[in-house]
């Protein structure tokens, strides 16, 4: 199974810093990575697919970039409502489909 | 608008049985494979489960399989995951999840999750 390595698993921020989180595949993946976020209480959000592309009414400030085993995700300027954990997933080698650990994202 | 409502969770005991229940409304069911997807307390995401639009290929993360079976419904637009020989381990809120791809050309990720349904298994 490919293992997905997340970093950091936590991190604080003040509003309308830029922040980046990783992750990290145990093997060669191409762009089959996406990136979901989870509000406290609320089922995942799909953000990012194939590795940079944004989904249907997520805000600019949210980008992804990255392939073969590195990625990273970015919010440019954080906002109050994006805390939230946010999880990168893999889909290319099936099954099974594997998320990383997360990462928390809280305001400072 | 795209509806997933999961029912079924409750309390059990280790070695009980459950079945659980996703309604799916607002898309054409019999076009998307779905997926079942859990959530330890307080931990990360982890896939359990996925079966094909028409129900003809069926895949189960290493943790379960042996003991959970996916099935699904179209004529009732439901999907479905029994749960055998449960462990303490399966203690986690299980969400129902539609794959973004259609048809045959499933993309195994997921754009519509349900808001889970909480499955305990404790003496």
């Known amino acids: 199974d490919i293992q997905m390595t997340q970093s950091p698993s936590s991190l604080s921020a003040s509003v309308g810093d830029r922040v980046t989180i990783t992750c990290q595949a145990s093997q060669d993946i191409s762009n089959y990575l996406n990136w979901y976020q989870q509000k406290p209480g609320k089922a995942p959000k799909l953000l990012i697919y194939d590795a940079s592309n944004l989904e249907t009414g997520v805000p600019s400030r949210f980008s992804g970039s990255g392939s073969g085993t590195d990625f990273t995700f970015t919010i440019s300027s954080l906002q109050p409502e994006d805390i939230a954990t946010y999880y990168c997933q893999q889909y290319d080698n099936l099954p099974p489909v594997t998320f990383g650990q997360g990462t928390k994202l809280e305001i400072k | 608008e795209v509806q997933l409502v999961e029912s079924g969770g409750v309390v059990v005991q280790p070695g009980g049985s459950l079945r659980l229940s996703c309604a799916a409304s607002?898309?054409?069911?019999?076009?998307?494979?779905m997926h079942w997807v859990r959530q330890a307390p307080g931990k990360g995401l982890e896939w359990v489960s996925l079966i094909s639009w028409d129900g003809g290929s069926t895949y189960y993360a290493d943790s379960v399989k042996g003991r959970f079976t996916i099935s699904r419904d179209n004529s009732k637009n439901s999907l479905y995951l029994q749960m055998n020989s449960l462990r303490t381990e399966d203690t986690a809120l299980y969400y129902c999840a539609k794959d973004i791809g259609r048809g045959g050309y499933p993309l195994y990720y997921f754009d519509y999750w349900g808001q889970g349904t909480l499955v305990t298994v404790s003496s």
């Open positions: 607002g898309f054409t069911f019999d076009d998307y494979t």
